[in-house]
C-alpha cells in the first residue's frame, strides 16, 4: 500500500508557498511516484466546525458528519499506486481533538500503509504578528496592545493537543527552511523524500514570495483605513456589506502600499522585554510537545528574532512617506466608500479628507 504526507500548517507557516511549488513540480513528483492532489475541502471543514461550535447538544454534535465523510473522496485517494501528497491548513483546526483526527487518520488508512502528518512551525512573535497582518486584511477594525493577548496563549501542547494522545506519525519542519531563498528546494525535497521514501527528487523553484506580510508601514496605513472606515459606517453598517468586495478591494489596497512601500521595517507590537517575558511561559506551555517531538526546531520557535518594539503610526512618518500614506488612504477610500453596490450616500473627496485629518489627531489613542 502507499503512503500519504498529510501537510496541516498551521496557518501562515508557507502553506501556499508550499502548495504552489507542489502545484509546480506536479509533473515531477508524479515521475517519482507521487501524487499531488490539490485539496478541495476548506469549505467542508469550515462548514464542519462551524456548526459543531453553535451546536450546544452533545447529541447534536454526535449526529454531525466529520468534514471527510462529506467532502469528495477523490480529494484523499486516487486510483493510481503512486504515494500521495495533500496539504491544506484547515486540517490543523481538527489538530486539537484526538476524536476528530483519530477517525480521519482511520478513514486514511484504509487506502495508504502510512500517514505522516507535517507541521510547519516558526518563531512565536513573528508568527503572532503575521497573524495581526492577517486579520486586518479585511474591515478589521483593531487595537496593536490587544495582540499581546494572542502572545500570552500560544502553546503547542493545546494547539496539537489531539495528536499528541494517538500515535499518529508527525513530522516537524522549521519555516525557515521552507522560505529560504537559497535551501528551500533542497529542504523541502528531503523532507518529502525522508517521509515518502523516495531518493533524490529534484523540483524546480518559484518566483516572489506567497502572501508577503506587511511590514509597520504598510500595518499602520491598513489600520489607519480600517478604523476611519468603521468609524464613518459604525458597526452596525459593515455587517450588510459584500464580504467578497471587502477582500478584494483590501488585495487591490495592500498591492498598492507594497509597491509604494517596497522597503518596510519589520513590524512588531512587542517590545524585547515582552517577548523574552513570555519565552519560559511558552516552553512551560508547550513541555509535552517539545519532549515527545525534539529536534532542532525548538530553537528557532522558542527564541525572539525581532529585537526592537516597532509601532510606526501615519502621523509619526517622515514627510514624504506621510504625504504618499494619506494619498492612498485618500484614493481607496473615497473608491470603497462610492462603490455603488453598497448604496450608500456618495461621499466627497473633501469629506475624505477631513476624516483623515481628524483621525490623524487622534491616532495615537485609536490604535495604541
Same mark, same amino acid.
Given at each position: 500500500?502507499?503512503?500519504?504526507?498529510?501537510?496541516?500548517?498551521?496557518?501562515?507557516?508557507?502553506?501556499?508557498?508550499?502548495?504552489?511549488?507542489?502545484?509546480?513540480?506536479?509533473?515531477?513528483?508524479?515521475?517519482?511516484?507521487?501524487?499531488?492532489?490539490?485539496?478541495?475541502?476548506?469549505?467542508?471543514?469550515?462548514?464542519?466546525?462551524?456548526?459543531?461550535?453553535?451546536?450546544?447538544?452533545?447529541?447534536?454534535?454526535?449526529?454531525?458528519?466529520?468534514?471527510?465523510?462529506?467532502?469528495?473522496?477523490?480529494?484523499?485517494?486516487?486510483?493510481?499506486?503512486?504515494?500521495?501528497?495533500?496539504?491544506?491548513?484547515?486540517?490543523?483546526?481538527?489538530?486539537?481533538?484526538?476524536?476528530?483526527?483519530?477517525?480521519?487518520?482511520?478513514?486514511?488508512?484504509?487506502?495508504?500503509?502510512?500517514?505522516?502528518?507535517?507541521?510547519?512551525?516558526?518563531?512565536?512573535?513573528?508568527?503572532?504578528?503575521?497573524?495581526?497582518?492577517?486579520?486586518?486584511?479585511?474591515?478589521?477594525?483593531?487595537?496593536?496592545?490587544?495582540?499581546?493577548?494572542?502572545?500570552?496563549?500560544?502553546?503547542?501542547?493545546?494547539?496539537?493537543?489531539?495528536?499528541?494522545?494517538?500515535?499518529?506519525?508527525?513530522?516537524?519542519?522549521?519555516?525557515?527552511?521552507?522560505?529560504?531563498? !537559497?535551501?528551500?528546494?533542497? &529542504? +523541502?525535497?528531503? #523532507?518529502? %523524500?525522508?517521509? @515518502?521514501?523516495?531518493?533524490? *527528487?529534484?523540483?524546480?523553484?518559484?518566483?516572489?514570495?506567497?502572501?508577503?506580510?506587511?511590514?509597520?508601514?504598510?500595518?499602520?496605513?491598513?489600520?489607519?483605513?480600517?478604523?476611519?472606515?468603521?468609524?464613518?459606517?459604525?458597526?452596525?453598517?459593515?455587517?450588510?456589506?459584500?464580504?467578497?468586495?471587502?477582500?478584494?478591494?483590501?488585495?487591490?489596497?495592500?498591492?498598492?502600499?507594497?509597491?509604494?512601500?517596497?522597503?518596510?521595517?519589520?513590524?512588531?507590537?512587542?517590545?524585547?522585554?515582552?517577548?523574552?517575558?513570555?519565552?519560559?511561559?511558552?516552553?512551560?506551555?508547550?513541555?509535552?510537545?517539545?519532549?515527545?517531538?525534539?529536534?532542532?526546531?525548538?530553537?528557532?520557535?522558542?527564541?525572539? !528574532?525581532?529585537?526592537?518594539? &516597532? +509601532?510606526?503610526? #501615519?502621523? %509619526?512618518?517622515? @514627510?514624504?512617506?506621510?504625504? *504618499?500614506?494619506?494619498?492612498?488612504?485618500?484614493?481607496?477610500?473615497?473608491?470603497?466608500?462610492?462603490?455603488?453596490?453598497?448604496?450608500?450616500?456618495?461621499?466627497?473627496?473633501?469629506?475624505?479628507?477631513?476624516?483623515?485629518?481628524?483621525?490623524?489627531?487622534?491616532?495615537?489613542?485609536?490604535?495604541?
Amino acid at each position: 500500500m502507499p503512503k500519504i504526507l498529510i501537510h496541516i500548517g498551521p496557518p501562515k507557516t508557507a502553506t501556499t508557498h508550499l502548495q504552489r511549488l507542489l502545484k509546480l513540480n506536479t509533473s515531477i513528483l508524479k515521475n517519482n511516484s507521487i501524487d499531488y492532489l490539490p485539496a478541495q475541502f476548506k469549505d467542508y471543514i469550515r462548514s464542519y466546525h462551524k456548526k459543531k461550535r453553535n451546536t450546544s447538544l452533545i447529541a447534536d454534535k454526535n449526529s454531525l458528519k466529520s468534514w471527510f465523510l462529506t467532502a469528495p473522496e477523490t480529494n484523499f485517494f486516487n486510483k493510481s499506486s503512486n504515494h500521495v501528497i495533500i496539504s491544506e491548513e484547515c486540517i490543523f483546526q481538527s489538530a486539537k481533538d484526538s476524536k476528530e483526527i483519530h477517525q480521519f487518520d482511520n478513514f486514511l488508512s484504509q487506502s495508504y500503509s502510512e500517514r505522516i502528518y507535517l507541521i510547519v512551525l516558526r518563531e512565536i512573535n513573528t508568527y503572532t504578528t503575521s497573524n495581526i497582518s492577517q486579520a486586518i486584511k479585511g474591515l478589521r477594525c483593531f487595537n496593536y496592545r490587544n495582540c499581546i493577548e494572542e502572545l500570552k496563549k500560544y502553546s503547542l501542547d493545546r494547539s496539537f493537543s489531539g495528536m499528541m494522545n494517538t500515535n499518529m506519525n508527525l513530522e516537524i519542519a522549521k519555516f525557515s527552511d521552507f522560505i529560504n531563498q !537559497t535551501n528551500y528546494l533542497t &529542504n +523541502i525535497s528531503s #523532507v518529502l %523524500e525522508k517521509t @515518502l521514501g523516495i531518493s533524490r *527528487i529534484k523540483l524546480e523553484g518559484i518566483n516572489g514570495v506567497s502572501n508577503a506580510s506587511l511590514g509597520a508601514e504598510g500595518t499602520a496605513i491598513h489600520l489607519a483605513y480600517n478604523n476611519i472606515i468603521q468609524k464613518h459606517l459604525g458597526n452596525k453598517s459593515l455587517a450588510y456589506l459584500n464580504k467578497k468586495i471587502v477582500i478584494k478591494t483590501a488585495r487591490k489596497f495592500r498591492k498598492e502600499i507594497s509597491n509604494a512601500f517596497s522597503k518596510q521595517q519589520k513590524f512588531c507590537p512587542f517590545s524585547i522585554e515582552e517577548q523574552n517575558k513570555f519565552k519560559d511561559l511558552h516552553l512551560a506551555k508547550s513541555q509535552k510537545f517539545i519532549d515527545r517531538f525534539p529536534g532542532n526546531w525548538i530553537d528557532e520557535v522558542f527564541t525572539p !528574532t525581532i529585537r526592537d518594539k &516597532n +509601532i510606526t503610526l #501615519v502621523s %509619526e512618518m517622515n @514627510l514624504a512617506e506621510k504625504e *504618499i500614506s494619506i494619498q492612498i488612504l485618500e484614493h481607496h477610500i473615497y473608491e470603497f466608500l462610492n462603490k455603488p453596490c453598497f448604496q450608500l450616500n456618495p461621499t466627497s473627496l473633501d469629506d475624505i479628507k477631513d476624516m483623515i485629518n481628524l483621525f490623524l489627531k487622534q491616532e495615537p489613542e485609536i490604535v495604541l
